[in-house]
């Protein structure tokens, strides 16, 4: 058996986190490989991210165990303390290497981020080429295997796979889900609801896609496992959903099979609409270097940094701890001498903020990744202040906070801004989306991380689903009168809430029901960097936004 605290301390943590080297726990590879063993033609079997041989190690003596692995380093430390030989072993990046076909396949890629694909360009050019597929620039590695291993599949074949669950609620997912689900093969999809037992180390939640070429599959089956031990005996047990190909849309987001049927929330769509009907979410202000740009009250007096070259900034989720943050919670903040000043010296900086700059060269913080892309490199993006701000990561259920200062937000905030006629709408906006309804509503659009911990990205907000203008309005002031002035006065009026927004969730009987997955109103292709460049280019549209406030230099 191979020692991965052994591995680790030869190679260092950071070399397996570089090439995502989390490897697969014996119960899961064990399910895998019997899965794909039990019901093809051929013994044979390909591991494109071979890694320690983990599915080597659960494939029966006679199995033809083929593996491919880009990091010669785990290779040889393989050789070196294992036993069992696959039949080949190629060194060689997988993404890159064409022109194979596999009986079998039982995959656990590496889990990187688009932002951490470092060859991309080249890895896009030759699915292109070689495979007429044009990846999203979201794409991660995980789902570049998946695509690419799906193709190579002979027919007869089975393929496991074990990788991110992202693909199934965003934009870049579609293609991937139109690839598994296109032929008909798609047997299931197993939500691995015990990540963390799985993969201690990784924070990402993960699925398991079982894929038969030998069968046509009529219905595709949603299931999970909420710990290890139930691995096998999974599909033994009737699905939480049976979805019949003909209905499964690859625009809508896959995770909503996943919630049994008594936990499913159904919109009422005739009352709904997209968030982005209002306004957008956008996500806060990224600096780059928090540690230069972020200052309390006694830094600035420190730095000589006058009121003018620093504007006030939420800069930590802790720091709004209300339903609503107002100048006066912000004045008790700088009080506290709490770091709520972004450094901010415009387009001609006065001498002590040169000096603080020269100071920022010296220390280096102008070559960090944000800030050398940025000219000036102390420039920050300029925002209007944000009428309510969501809190991007949390554990138990999001934090929405109605802003009535004049306070910016970093990037633990997304920030909401209300197209021009529709800043009316704001106080409802916000008081929908602090409700148990819009909660409920709004964890169709979510994605899920791991360690229960939920994000939501600005698109995922602005596709979420929203009462309509007419729905609000017959609603009518006097109740948003009240509902606002009890949040003011420091109360939570959830129940009350839940009862003006019950008619947003159909009554299934009735039959007012959307069919599942609600499906993205607009479709999102480019890469973040790519559309930071756009926005920065058109200058951001919160800055039309009606609401939004210009942002009062200092303190
Ligand atoms: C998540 S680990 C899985 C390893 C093993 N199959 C398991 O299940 O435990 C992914 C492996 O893929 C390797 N890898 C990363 N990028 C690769 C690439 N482009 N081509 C082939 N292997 C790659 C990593 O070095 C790592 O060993």
Known sequence: MISLAEYTAEVGYGHRKRLAQFFTPPAIARFMVGWVLGGARSDRIHDPAFGLGAFLDC????????????DDRVVDFFIRHSRRRPESLA?????????????????????????????????????????????????????AFLV?????????????????????????????KDWLSKDGHLDSIIEVECENEAFGEVTTSVCIVLYDSARRIDEVAFRKISSLAEIDGVMDI??????????????GKW????????????????????????????????????????????????????????????????QLAGLTFTDEDFAALAEADKGVFLFSPGEDPD??????????????????FITRHRSPWYKTEERAVAPILLNVFSRSGYKVV??????????????????RLRDAYVDWLFLYLHSGVGRKLLSLSKRRYGNALDKFEPNDLNDALVPTRAFFDSLGQDVLTELMDAVISGKDPSLRLDEAFAPLVADAEAGDVVPAPVKYPFRRREPEQMRLAIEKRKGYDSRKAGTAKKVRRGE
Do not use: W
């Not at 494939?59 to 880009?70: K, S, V, Y």
């Not at 009737?238 to 625009?251: A, G, H, K, M, N």
């Not at 109605?402 to 197209?419: E, G, I, M």
């Open 255 to 318: 995770g909503v099979y996943f919630v049994a049927a008594g936990d499913r929330v159904q919109p009422a769509m005739r009352h709904l609409c997209p968030l982005s009907e209002y306004g957008r979410f956008s996500r806060g202000i990224a600096t780059g270097a928090n540690g230069f740009f972020v200052l309390s009250r006694s830094g600035m007096r420190r730095n000589g940094l006058s009121a003018q070259s620093c504007v006030p900034c939420i800069t930590r989720s802790q």
């Open 402 to 419: 109605r802003n009535y200062s004049s306070a910016l937000s970093l990037t633990n905030f997304h920030c909401f801004y209300p197209h």
């Open 351 to 368: 001498e002590p903020s040169r000096r603080y700059i020269r100071q920022g060269e010296e220390k280096g913080y102008n070559k960090g």
């Open 148 to 176: 690419k291993s799906v193709s190579e599949l002979e027919n007869g074949g089975r393929l496991a796979y074990i990788l991110p669950s992202e693909f199934l609620n965003s934009g870049y997912g579609e293609l991937v």
């Open 91 to 143: 060194c060689g990046d997988y993404l890159l290497d064409f022109g194979r076909r596999h009986a079998n396949i039982v995959c656990n890629p590496p889990y990187l981020r688009f932002q951490k694909f470092l060859n991309r360009d080249a890895v896009f050019a030759a699915f292109c080429e070689r495979l007429g597929i044009r990846l999203s620039g979201y794409t991660n590695i995980a789902s």
């Open 59 to 70: 494939a029966p003596a006679d199995c033809a165990f083929t593996g491919m692995e880009i």
């Open 238 to 251: 009737p699905p939480l959903r049976s979805v019949p190909l003909s209905c499964l849309d690859v625009s």
